[in-house]
Nanobody, 127 residues
Framework: QVQLVESGGGSVQAGGSLRLSCAAS????????VGWFRQAPGKEREGVAA????????YYADSVKGRFTISQDNAKNTVYLQMKSLTPEDTAMYYC????????????????????WGQGTQVTVSS
């Protein structure tokens, strides 16, 4: 069964940190490209980070570079998104998605390229 489950969202003040987790079923984890996306009300879904879990290559959107870090724990079939120095502009529903490894070659994750999605976790940053 294909399954992705996000957790770790919440409400923090500006400058705070959160770590999001994306736990994958073993089958889904074989989809080596994992992306983190976010969508704020009234805005398009934005790909903020991606990782090829086989080779370890990563991508970050300019808006989060230096503040967010994507990492993996293969023993737990889990990909993390560590978020620091959060601002109100980071407020959004955050989703993880997975697909075949070649998708990560594009660099910036494109939501239409990903076939497996989690249900999302809300991140709210107050000023």
């Amino acid at each position: 069964q294909v399954q992705l489950v996000e957790s770790g969202g919440g409400s923090v003040q500006a400058g705070g940190s959160l770590r999001l987790s994306c736990a994958a079923s073993e089958y889904t984890y074989s989809r080596n490209c994992v992306g983190w996306f976010r969508q704020a009300p009234g805005k398009e879904r934005e790909g903020v980070a991606a990782m090829n879990t086989f080779g370890g290559s990563t991508y970050y959107a300019d808006s989060v570079k230096g503040r967010f870090t994507i990492s993996q724990d293969n023993a737990k079939n889990t990909v993390y998104l560590q978020m620091k120095s959060l601002t109100p502009e980071d407020t959004a529903m955050y989703y993880c998605a997975a697909e075949m490894g070649w998708v990560c070659r594009a660099g910036r994750p494109i939501s239409d390229d990903f076939g497996y999605w989690g249900q999302g976790t809300q991140v709210t940053v107050s000023s």
